[in-house]
C-alpha cells in the first residue's frame, strides 16, 4: 500500500526490478530458487523459477514463507537439507549471506540462524533446517503461530551480523521515498 499498490518486488530500480537484483544475489549461493507469492504466480513467468504459494491459508505472515520453502526443499531431487528466506525488497543483502548463516549454526552449535546489523535482528533472512517442516507446520496451522522470534526461541539460534556502514545490507524498499535512496545508493 506505501508503494502505491502491486507487487513491489517488481518494481523497477536502475533497469531491473527489485527482485532480479535478489535473484542475481541469491543464485551463486544456493542450489535452487523458489519464489513464495501468493495468487496468481504467472506475474512471476518470466523469472523462470518455480512459484510457490503459502501452505497455511489465511496470510499468516512470513513463517508461511518459511515452511513453503522447507516444504519445497523436501521435494527437491535431491531433498536440500537447509532453506535461506529473503525479502524480495532488500536489493543489497549481502553476498555471503549464506555463507555466514551456515558458519554461525556449526560454531555456536545451533539449529537455525538469522541476519542482524546495527543491533537489530533481520529474522525473515533466516536459515532454516528443511526437517523443521511438519513442527513449523503444526505450529503454524494448529498453534496459531505467526511471530518468526516466537517461532525461534523454540530452537538454538545463532546470529549473523554485518556492519551498517556504508549503508545496511538489509535495507529494504518501503516507500517511494526508499526506492529514491535505493537508486541513490546504486550510483554511489
Wanted: hydrophobic share 50%; proline share 10%; net charge neutral.
Amino acid at each position: 500500500r506505501r508503494m502505491g499498490g502491486g507487487d513491489k518486488a517488481l518494481l523497477p530500480l536502475s533497469g531491473a526490478t527489485l527482485l532480479d537484483r535478489v535473484i542475481a544475489r541469491a543464485r551463486p549461493q544456493v542450489a535452487a530458487l523458489v519464489l513464495n507469492a501468493n495468487g496468481d504466480p504467472r506475474r512471476f513467468a518470466a523469472f523462470g523459477l518455480p512459484v510457490v504459494a503459502d501452505p497455511v491459508p489465511g496470510f499468516v505472515g512470513p513463517l508461511a514463507g518459511v515452511l513453503a520453502g522447507m516444504e519445497a526443499a523436501s521435494l527437491h531431487d535431491p531433498p536440500l537439507p537447509w532453506v535461506v528466506s529473503l525479502a524480495a525488497d532488500t536489493p543489497f543483502f549481502p553476498f555471503d549471506l549464506v555463507a555466514r548463516l551456515l558458519e554461525a549454526v556449526r560454531v555456536e552449535g545451533a539449529e537455525l540462524a538469522c541476519a542482524a546489523s546495527a543491533g537489530r535482528s533481520h529474522p525473515v533472512f533466516g536459515l532454516w533446517p528443511a526437517r523443521l517442516a511438519g513442527e513449523l507446520r503444526r505450529a503454524l496451522a494448529e498453534e496459531g503461530l505467526r511471530k518468526i522470534d516466537a517461532w525461534t526461541a523454540r530452537h538454538r539460534l545463532a546470529t549473523a551480523s554485518w556492519p551498517a556502514e556504508p549503508f545496511d545490507p538489509f535495507f529494504n524498499v518501503n516507500t517511494p521515498e526508499d526506492l529514491a535512496e535505493a537508486e541513490r545508493l546504486l550510483r554511489g
